[in-house]
């Protein structure tokens, strides 16, 4: 069964760090561009960051662009988002997300796009 599980999300206050990782269990991460979404309360989920399959590309949006960084571990079969200077509207729902849509040097952050979900990480920043 392919399954992608979030960790790491918390609570975190306005200007601190954090890092999420999505690991993946029951396939290999290698074949696959990821992406990172989230959704805040109220609002359509969106997409932050992803990576394509060589690593060598990466695409953010630009709310998170020189605060978020996505990277790929293939070895550990793991995804991470290391996320800095936070601001209250980062709060959301973070989740992972796989395809094989992508080539090898490309990566989007359309949500039609990704085939697996994981079921989110809850990140709060507040004071």
């Known amino acids: 069964q392919l399954q992608l599980v979030e960790s790491g999300g918390g609570l975190v206050e306005p200007g601190g760090s954090l890092r999420i990782s999505c690991a993946a269990s029951?396939?290999?991460?290698?074949?696959?561009?990821i992406g990172w979404f989230r959704q805040a309360p109220g609002k359509e989920r969106e997409g932050v960051s992803c990576?394509?399959?060589?690593?060598?590309?990466?695409n953010s949006a630009d709310s998170v662009k020189g605060r978020f960084t996505i990277s790929r571990d293939n070895a550990k079969n793991a995804v991470y988002l290391q996320m800095n200077s936070l601001k209250p509207e980062d709060t959301a729902i973070y989740y992972c997300?796989?395809?094989?849509?992508?080539?090898?040097?490309?990566?989007?952050?359309?949500?039609?796009?990704?085939?697996?979900w994981g079921q989110g990480t809850q990140v709060t920043v507040s004071s």
């Open positions: 990576i394509s399959i060589s690593g060598r590309t990466t």
């Open positions: 029951g396939f290999t991460l290698d074949y696959y561009a």
């Open positions: 997300a796989a395809t094989k849509r992508y080539s090898t040097n490309s990566c989007g952050r359309g949500l039609p796009e990704y085939d697996y």
